[in-house]
């Protein structure tokens, strides 16, 4: 059993380990060559400039200012200094409204105005009732008992368990008015948001779904003539969706064909005396040897030919046109109309829905028939619930390493393994005289390896959950994210916590003692893993490796960088996880409460910086995930007050328990009024706030020709021709070769030809925008560099409002 110096033990290697993280990353990020790694989203934004461009030959890459490596923790005073606003503007307001999952009011996280108070109380008042109780010692021949469940609820006679009801209601009337006070704020921020963007396809577009087949019509037809009919007055066009799935796997092919020719023009640049040459047989090991430059340049050249054939193979067959369709109108009060109603009298046909942006589409999953959705959801289901039960045997095993004394019981086979390895242990002990590194290797094994076993059995999870998500047939990349972060949510909820505690039979001794697992598994993922966030040393190796064998130019170097995004999938499950932890042993053990503490401190800074400087957002959903945030805070709630009653009534202790029977209804209804309240801003779009963002758009810019604006807007991306990809990439690339130059113009000249209709200046198709707004000033409270470009929207917060 792991005691306070076992947990000290750990404490201290995840606290060296994040401390040389940090280290590492305080000498990585401050050296020019890893300069678009460690702020790849102020080049994204052209906020910043090339750091080779001037100084003499190693200052081009390695910082010779030896003053700046002493303040290496400079970088958390300064991602505090951007204030909220200016964060929206920024960043957008999916990565505000995440970091106020963390944050709310002046430099205090979300969880630190949950759980300061609560830890202050549970600390002065819980932990002397608990320790002047004696209920363990009683216990001790069944039970493996440590110094820290004498902290907790195991160790209270039932006569004194009114303290610790009283304290959960207290706590629950905290939590459910910070709930309250925060909803309400963000849904006044989102609606302040909408409002605050400029004209965008997808405020003006809506997804309609099972267009019906009708005899004679085409699906193009059958459009027109539908929404003419019944939208006379604001339909304005639509566009229809092809299923191009094969079409995108040739140009994923294509796309490695390119990256190998790139590489070989590389290698020969630099090495001009050789041409470089393959094998054309399998994975070149055998074969006729060929020049390499030549063999891919007449592969991508039949590659392109054959590509043309097939585009034009979808555009014209009439059966490659999916029952799907973006509708665009002239107004949006127009498309609210549409979307939010029902157009059919059969329920199941013509479905309308607000179109995602065009950045946040999975156009793979526009060809699945609407009608298997059902059938798909209901085949994952069953799958998640069986990866759920298939995890709980490996995870509980590793639940049992915190306790040698506890695995012995649980696994009586495995007695003569560990009785054999003390027995070496001591021998060793015996024989050098290094008491103190067995004692030391024993904590590691009893207090740091269980919670870093556990993240590794975690760590592929997200990436089967996002596939399953997938094959549900969700259009929108942020519906997926969410998908899956709810499907991770219930796996870390049966198996991580549930799984530990409800097994066992004495639930009331054994809901607190394992307490001890729970600290060590936030050390090593809320500390150790957080700092390794922020080092990013997978982005920093990948970005290296490209530039070494794939950097032929500034453009290059550019599509090397790898800003990622907030992995919304896997970082929403587990900061909930902790709040579930946070509630949970907030009155059963509250030793706990100084961990989380720490973790909700050390991941809002590192989140925060990594927002500012970093992640660069595929999409921006308008913070569309925070009604689920809030229900599984709720959901931690009625699960700490069950399992606080299911304890109460394994202590014998009848008297107290109709108390606290209340409690869950209360905070259900609580629940349900927070949802009535509060979530329709989340799920439709006011028609008074259409009307006034058109009637306002009509008086600053009445000749707007919507027609224009959105006549390519969700085109898929792959129909856009190769010549006008080649232009864009001229236009990117500011330092360009001679030899290149006239191919780029060539380009140029065929792209014009070839498209009259200009796609919208504010989504491209083939690359994420640049999802940066303008601040109004230079950024000069991080980092002194100009100012980002506008786009989008300009927000500002209330009076008094305008710090997180």
């Known amino acids: 059993m792991a005691t306070l110096s076992d947990i000290g033990v750990s404490a201290l290697i995840n606290i060296l380990t994040a401390f040389a993280f940090l280290l590492a990353f305080a000498v990585l990020r401050i050296q020019p060559v890893n300069d678009r790694v460690y702020l790849p989203k102020w080049y994204i934004n052209g906020g910043r400039s090339s750091p080779r461009s001037g100084g003499n030959f190693v200052a081009k890459f390695v910082n010779l200012d030896f003053k700046t490596y002493l303040t290496f923790l400079n970088w958390m005073p300064q991602a505090l200094k951007m204030s909220e606003s200016e964060l929206i503007n920024h960043a957008g307001l999916d990565s505000a409204i995440f970091l106020r999952i963390y944050s709310l009011g002046c430099f205090l996280s979300y969880g630190f105005k949950i759980f300061v108070p609560i830890t202050v109380v549970a600390l002065f008042i819980l932990i002397p009732v608990n320790v002047s109780s004696g209920t363990l010692f009683f216990l001790r021949k069944e039970l493996v008992v440590s110094d820290i469940d004498k902290l907790s609820i195991s160790n209270v006679p039932p006569v004194q368990f009114f303290v610790h009801i009283g304290l959960e209601y207290l706590f629950t009337i905290w939590i459910c008015y910070m709930l309250y006070k925060d909803y309400d704020n963000v849904a006044t921020m989102r609606l302040r948001f909408l409002a605050s963007q400029r004209r965008r396809a997808e405020q003006f577009t809506v997804v309609v779904r099972n267009v019906p087949q009708i005899s004679g019509h085409s699906v193009s037809d059958s459009l027109d003539q539908f929404f003419k009919t019944n939208h006379p007055d604001t339909y304005l066009c639509h566009q229809a969706v092809y299923n191009a799935n094969k079409f995108a796997k040739l140009v994923r092919k294509r796309d490695r064909l390119q990256n190998w020719l790139d590489y070989n023009q590389l290698k020969f640049e630099r090495h001009s005396e050789k041409r470089p040459t393959k094998k054309t047989g399998f994975l070149g090991l055998w074969g006729k040897r060929v020049d390499s430059i030549d063999f891919y340049k007449q592969q991508i050249k039949e590659f392109d030919k054959n590509m043309a054939l097939e585009r034009q193979k979808v555009l014209k067959d009439t059966k490659s046109i999916l029952p799907v369709a973006f509708v665009s109108f002239k107004s949006r009060w127009g498309a609210a109309v549409c979307a939010q109603t029902q157009q059919s009298k059969n329920p199941t046909l013509w479905l309308t829905n607000w179109a995602p942006e065009p950045r946040d589409i999975y156009w793979q999953n526009l060809a699945i028939p609407f009608l298997s959705l059902t059938i798909r959801k209901l085949i994952i289901s069953l799958s998640v619930f069986a990866l759920v039960f298939f995890y709980m045997i490996p995870i509980t095993f590793v639940q049992s390493l915190a306790n040698l004394e506890g695995l012995e019981r649980v696994a009586p086979f495995l007695r003569p393994v560990i009785e054999l390895t003390l027995y070496y242990e001591n021998i060793i002990t015996i024989i050098a005289g290094l008491e103190l590194l067995i004692l030391f290797d024993q904590r590691i094994y009893t207090s740091f390896l269980p919670g870093l076993a556990l993240k590794i059995l975690l760590y592929i999870l997200p990436t089967i959950l996002m596939i399953m998500s997938k094959i549900e047939g969700h259009i929108a990349l942020s519906t997926l994210e969410r998908r899956a972060s709810a499907k991770y949510y219930y796996f870390m909820l049966v198996n991580v916590f549930l799984g530990s505690i409800l097994i066992p039979r004495t639930i009331g001794v054994s809901i607190p003692m394992k307490a001890t697992f729970f600290i060590t598994y936030i050390m090593v993922d809320g500390w150790a893993g957080i700092a390794g966030e922020i080092l990013r040393l997978k982005p920093l190796v990948i970005f290296h490796l490209k530039n070494m064998f794939m950097v032929k130019s500034e453009r290059d170097r550019e599509q090397a960088m790898d800003p990622g995004s907030v992995d919304y999938p896997e970082t929403l499950p587990s900061l909930q996880l902790y709040f579930l932890l946070g509630i949970v042993y907030a009155v059963v053990t509250p030793i706990l409460l100084p961990f989380i503490l720490n973790f909700f401190a050390f991941a809002y800074l590192v989140y925060r910086h990594q927002i500012i400087n970093v992640y660069n957002q595929q999409y921006e959903s308008g913070a569309a995930f925070w009604p689920h ?123 014009s030809d070839d498209h009259s209709s200009p796609s919208p200046p504010h989504h491209p198709t083939t690359s994420a925008p640049q999802d940066v707004y303008h601040h109004g000033f230079p950024p000069q409270y991080a980092y002194n560099f100009s100012s980002p470009t506008h786009y989008g929207y300009h927000y500002e917060a209330e009076p008094g409002n305008s710090r997180d």
Not at 676 to 692: G, I, V
Not at 716 to 730: G, K, M, N
């Open 629 to 751: 945030v809030h229900s599984r805070i709720i959901a931690s709630l009625v699960i700490s007050q069950l399992l606080l009653l299911g304890l109460l009534n394994t202590k014998e202790a009848a008297n107290s328990t109709p108390l606290l029977a209340i409690l869950p209804i209360l905070t259900l209804s609580f629940n349900q009024y927070c949802k009535h309240r509060f979530e329709p801003a989340f799920r439709r779009y006011p028609l008074e706030e259409a009307m006034k963002k058109d009637i306002m758009d009509q008086t600053t810019e009445p000749d707007v020709n919507l027609t224009t604006f959105l006549a390519d807007a969700y085109l898929h991306p792959i129909f856009r021709s190769f010549e006008e990809e080649e232009l864009e990439e001229v236009r990117v690339d500011k330092v360009r070769v001679d030899k290149n130059q006239s191919y780029g113009d060539n380009a140029q000249s065929q792209t």
